[in-house]
T-cell receptor
């Protein structure tokens, strides 16, 4: 597709369960970002991948959160032992390679996570 | 923390121009002004960005003051579908800089 896609669109889980959220960036985009947005709040940066470099994990709120990006394309955000405060919309964005003249981030539709 | 200040909310009549202001008085020389919007239940949508010159695309125009301390996003003919939260973001044009979104301006386009 032409844009960033995310799956699932919605996820309801029970407290203590693990969840995996998937992001498919725009083809050719080497940078990938994860953000989350709690109800009525702004976006909170979580993690950033650029090519094969070590990811910037400075925004991850706890060690229950992890992310990986296989083959420089698809990324999975994993939340272990989910808590109710993890309920939010998780957004993925991607952007073009460096020095391409276009570093605008394009966002996916998000995954709405509800932890009961 | 966001480096921008925007009004909390604005109304605009359908068909009229919507002018959304943004103050960024501490902007640095290498920082661009980006505008995104977020329609309810959707991911943020890129609108436009600029450094110091005014910019125009199919969605909007961006007017940046000469001192670059403020800017205005202009939607020339607002429609009901333009109702959204509009975010003004200041960000270096360096790779790997995440976007810091403030609370934005909630624009309501009224029939």
């Amino acid at each position: 597709g032409a844009g960033v896609s995310q799956s699932p669109s919605n996820k309801v889980t029970e407290k203590g369960k693990d969840v995996e959220l998937r992001c498919d960036p725009i083809s050719g985009h080497t940078a990938l970002y994860w953000y989350r947005q709690s109800l009525g709040q702004g976006l909170e940066f979580l993690i950033y991948f650029q090519g094969n470099s070590a990811p910037d994990k400075s925004g991850l709120p706890s060690d229950r959160f992890s992310a990986e990006r296989t083959g420089g394309s698809v990324s999975t955000l994993t939340i272990q032992r989910t808590q109710q405060e993890d309920s939010a919309v998780y957004l993925c964005a991607s952007s073009s390679p460096p020095f391409s003249g276009e570093e605008t981030q394009y966002f996916g539709p998000g995954t709405r996570l509800l932890v009961l | 923390d966001a480096k921008t200040t925007q009004p909390t909310s604005m109304d605009c009549a359908e068909g009229r121009a919507a002018n959304l202001p943004c103050n960024h008085s501490t902007i640095s020389g290498n920082e661009y002004v980006y505008w995104y919007r977020q329609i309810h239940s959707q991911g943020p949508q890129y609108i436009i960005h600029g450094l110091k010159n005014n910019e125009t695309n199919e969605m909007a125009s961006l007017i940046i003051t000469e001192d670059r301390k403020s800017s205005t996003l202009i939607l020339p003919h607002a429609t009901l579908r333009d109702t959204a939260v509009y975010y003004c973001i200041v960000r270096p044009y360096n790779y790997g800089q995440n976007f810091v979104f403030g609370p934005g301006t909630r624009l309501s386009v009224l029939p």
